[in-house]
């Protein structure tokens, strides 16, 4: 009883939601779905839904190369990286802000996604 009424609460502060929520008309199922910083099972979970591909592990230094292949592709990382790597975003591209709590480590969050839409 106590799940049922914790669950949309916590829902609530899921940054992966609010992310989803945000991206949700940019995402393609033949999209890549790209993570570093945060690779938590609720990315696979809930983009399912919308892309097909497998999640692929990024780090700051392939993140660049995982965008420059083609198709579109979308990646989460943390803003702090999102804000090194790419400062200024490619035309055309999008990117979504989510700050919310990591139920699985006990610690709060401020993630980017970055969008490439499929050329």
């Known amino acids: 009883l106590l799940a049922l009424a914790v669950t949309p609460v916590a829902a609530h502060f899921s940054p992966t ?3 989803l929520d945000q991206a949700r008309g940019d995402l393609r199922h033949e999209m890549e779905l790209g993570a570093l910083d945060y690779r938590e099972p ?3 979970w809930y983009f399912r839904k919308y ?3 497998w999640m692929v592990n990024l780090s700051e230094t ?3 190369a995982f965008f420059a292949k083609p198709g579109g592709r ?3 990382m ?3 990286v999102a804000e090194k790597v790419y400062p200024v975003l490619p035309v055309g591209w999008k990117s979504y802000r ?3 709590f990591n139920f699985a480590t ?3 969050v401020d993630l980017t996604l970055i969008v490439k839409p499929a050329l």
């Open 17 to 19: 939601l609010q992310l």
């Open 42 to 44: 609720s990315l696979v």
């Open 51 to 53: 892309i097909e591909g």
């Open 78 to 80: 943390s803003t702090a």
């Open 98 to 100: 989510a700050n919310g």
């Open 74 to 76: 979308v990646a989460v």
């Open 62 to 64: 392939n993140l660049p």
């Open 106 to 108: 006990g610690k709060g």
